[in-house]
């Protein structure tokens, strides 16, 4: 069993930077393939990062080059740097985890949840 808090949500300006972070529950945090989601009002909860327990990371096209996931295997955080915040990238932002041997951006792959975390980016 793990358990995942996110935190670090918030209101920002266009152009702005945020991090969040995802706190995770458990010894064998190494081992999880841990991702980001994002779900906008009306739309579908969607892939946004990802990294593999190697290190190996991957990204939606859409926030390619603006955020950076990164993991501290020792503390058992997840991290998420969003930079170059556009509106459109306001959503809950959610963190997740599961097991396997490389990233996966499938969101029905993914065994455990977060509660999410508010990102508003204002115009």
């Known amino acids: 069993q793990v358990q995942l808090v996110e935190t670090g949500g918030g209101l920002v300006q266009a152009g702005g930077s945020l991090r969040l972070s995802c706190a995770a529950s458990?010894?064998?945090?190494?081992?999880?393939?841990m991702g980001w989601f994002r779900q906008a009002p009306g739309k579908e909860r969607e892939f946004v990062a990802g990294?593999?327990?190697?290190?190996?990371?991957n990204y939606a096209d859409s926030v390619k080059g603006r955020f950076t996931i990164s993991r501290d295997n020792n503390n058992n955080i997840v991290y998420l740097q969003m930079n170059s915040l556009k509106p459109e990238d306001t959503a809950v932002y959610y963190c997740?985890?599961?097991?396997?041997?490389?990233?996966?951006?499938?969101?029905?792959?993914?065994?455990?949840w977060g509660q999410g975390t508010q990102v508003t980016v204002s115009s």
């Open positions: 997740a985890a599961t097991l396997g041997v490389a990233v996966i951006s499938n969101r029905y792959e993914y065994i455990y």
């Open positions: 458990g010894r064998t945090f190494s081992r999880y393939i």
């Open positions: 990294i593999w327990s190697g290190g190996s990371t």
